[in-house]
């Protein structure tokens, strides 16, 4: 099992900047790509960005590119998301997830899910 936590969503202007952490722990960290998801109210969840087990390899949706970032500190068995020049169109749910091994981009791949966190940007 791997439990994973979600912080640092908040409300925030246009504009603004969040970084969320995630914080994993109960198996090997390194050995589980990693990817950041979010949720709009009566949207699909889809995929924001995700990342490798060792950090090399990167994915963003289109609509994030360019303006967020993701990361992962190994030693730390924690991923960010580092969000800049936030859309009122990126507030949703944030949910951290992990698959192990591969870097997935569909949800149904993931094994592994936190409960979430708020991000509300207002316009």
């Known amino acids: 099992q791997v439990q994973l936590v979600e912080s640092g969503g908040e409300l925030v202007q246009a504009g603004g900047s969040l970084r969320l952490s995630c914080a994993a722990s109960?198996?090997?960290?390194?050995?589980?790509?990693m990817a950041w998801f979010r949720q709009a109210p009566g949207k699909e969840r889809e995929l924001a960005a995700a990342?490798?087990?060792?950090?090399?390899?990167?994915y963003y949706v289109d609509s994030v590119e360019g303006r967020f970032t993701i990361s992962r500190d190994n030693a730390k068995n924690t991923v960010y998301l580092q969000m800049n020049s936030l859309k009122p169109e990126d507030t949703a749910v944030y949910y951290c997830?992990?698959?192990?091994?591969?870097?997935?981009?569909?949800?149904?791949?993931?094994?592994?899910w936190g409960q979430g966190t708020q991000v509300t940007v207002s316009s």
């Open positions: 997830a992990a698959n192990k091994f591969i870097m997935a981009r569909r949800a149904r791949e993931y094994e592994y």
């Open positions: 990342i490798s087990r060792s950090g090399s390899s990167t």
């Open positions: 109960g198996r090997t960290f390194s050995d589980y790509a």
